[in-house]
């Protein structure tokens, strides 16, 4: 078993959990939580246990700049995107993560982040125009149903449904490289 928690020993698991992990206040504060549940105060050399100010101890490695939310967010953020997830997951994962909500906003993917992430969802899952069930299939029910279960895993990935719509939709996959170009043109005019 090991041995209580004194505020060095707790501040030596903060700082070994923030050097192993990307991670964000709230989480880092949770587990120190759980440390301190687990383990206890250690008592000093009269029998007292000395109180540890957990929010103090994570308040200062967020100053010294070994937990940041904001690099947490903007990474977690491109990374789900990357692997074709869409906004309302990437906002929930944030929250998950104790990201306040100002944050979570200035990282929600815009509109052709959005798109690109939902095309490479259904381009891994080879749904819409990527679907070997459409060509293969002339039954209209197994159609309807394979159509049904693209959409529903689509909305699980955390893609609106006028994204999954148009994705599921298009005949081919370079009306979606328009599409995509067209979001990507809009958002360049708009930095203008």
Do not use: C
Request: aromatic share 6%.
């Amino acid at each position: 078993m090991k041995p209580p928690l004194n505020p060095a020993a707790l501040r030596d698991l903060a700082l070994h959990y923030a050097a192993r992990f990307a991670t964000t206040g709230a989480r880092l504060e949770a587990y120190l939580a759980r440390k301190l549940k687990e383990r206890g105060v250690a008592e000093d050399d009269d029998g007292r246990s000395v109180p540890i100010d957990i929010p103090a101890l994570v308040a200062r490695l967020v100053e010294l700049g070994y937990v940041d939310d904001d690099a947490y967010a903007r990474a977690r953020a491109r990374d789900l995107g990357a692997r074709g997830y869409g906004g309302r997951r990437v906002e929930q994962v944030l929250r998950f993560a104790g990201v306040d909500e100002g944050l979570r906003q200035a990282h929600a993917p815009g509109e052709a982040a959005s798109r690109r992430a939902a095309a490479l969802m259904a381009q891994k899952k080879r749904l819409g125009p990527w679907s070997t069930v459409r060509a293969e299939s002339d039954d209209p029910l197994a159609r309807r149903k394979a159509h049904d279960k693209a959409v529903a895993a689509m909305l699980r990935a955390g893609h609106d449904y006028a994204l999954v719509k148009f994705i599921l939709g298009a005949a081919s996959a370079e009306d979606i490289e328009q599409w995509l170009d067209e979001a990507a043109d809009q958002e360049e005019a708009d930095r203008w």
